[in-house]
């Protein structure tokens, strides 16, 4: 999932999320007293609730981009059969600077 320039998609958007998660997690806790303040959404804190998935949804994207990264390890090509056979083959040819 990475592109040209080798940025996971994820590491932005996870960051995204798990800030706007942990200040509306943070408003939710801070107004949890304010019955007022949530007596259209049925007494529910909506924010802490949502606030609570962003931060969730936002921390599994980190993880998601940290695994591929430690996963996708650079190596050189002739250490991979398809490298040496492309070495061996552009020997071969003569296309070797």
Same mark, same amino acid.
């Given at each position: 999932?990475?592109?040209?320039?080798?940025?996971?998609?994820?590491?932005?958007?996870? %960051?995204?999320?798990? #800030? +706007?998660?942990? /200040? !509306?997690?943070?408003?939710? *806790? @801070?107004? $949890?007293?304010?019955? &007022?303040?949530?007596?259209?959404?049925?007494?529910?804190?909506?924010?802490?609730?949502? %606030?609570?998935?962003? #931060? +969730?949804?936002? /921390? !599994?994207?980190?993880?998601? *981009? @940290?695994? $591929?990264?430690?996963? &996708?390890?650079?190596?050189?090509?002739?250490?991979?059969?398809?490298?040496?056979?492309?070495?061996?083959?552009?020997?071969?040819?003569? /296309?070797?600077?």
């Amino acid at each position: 999932m990475s592109g040209a320039l080798g940025l996971d998609i994820r590491l932005p958007i996870g %960051g995204l999320f798990a #800030l +706007l998660g942990l /200040l !509306l997690t943070g408003y939710g *806790a @801070a107004t $949890a007293g304010d019955s &007022a303040r949530y007596a259209r959404s049925l007494s529910v804190n909506v924010n802490l609730w949502w %606030g609570a998935v962003m #931060l +969730l949804f936002g /921390l !599994l994207m980190l993880s998601a *981009a @940290a695994r $591929a990264r430690r996963k &996708a390890s650079a190596r050189p090509a002739e250490d991979s059969p398809e490298g040496q056979a492309t070495e061996a083959r552009e020997h071969k040819l003569g /296309l070797e600077r």
